[in-house]
């Protein structure tokens, strides 16, 4: 059973930053499958940062340039840095993977960016 457990959310201020770490365990494939969603109060789940095919990383228009995934293979984890955080990046943040046609979800981290 695919097992992810975030970690590393808070209460920040505005210009602040953020480490999130995602451990990964049981996966039945690689571990750049896994990416980085959100949901802020409200809203619907949206996609923060993954990683293509090619292994390129993909960003959200709304983190990049402040936000930067990145993986440990050492450690099966993968990171969320997030600097420059703003209020409107409040939400919880959960770990993903889709692999053959199932998801994969970690039970989320909450961010609270105060102004």
């Known amino acids: 059973q695919v097992q992810f457990v975030e970690s590393g959310g808070g209460l920040v201020q505005a210009g602040e930053s953020l480490r999130l770490s995602c451990a990964a365990s049981r996966l039945p494939f690689s571990i750049n499958y896994i990416d980085w969603y959100r949901q802020a109060p409200g809203k619907q789940r949206e996609l923060v940062a993954g990683f293509s095919a090619g292994g390129n990383t993909n960003y959200a228009d709304a983190v990049k340039g402040r936000f930067t995934i990145s993986i440990d293979t050492a450690k099966n984890t993968v990171y969320l840095q997030m600097n420059s955080l703003k209020p409107e990046d409040t939400a919880v943040y959960y770990c993903?993977?889709?692999?053959?046609?199932?998801?994969?979800w970690g039970q989320g981290t909450q961010v609270t960016v105060s102004s």
């Open positions: 993903h993977a889709r692999w053959r046609f199932s998801n994969y």
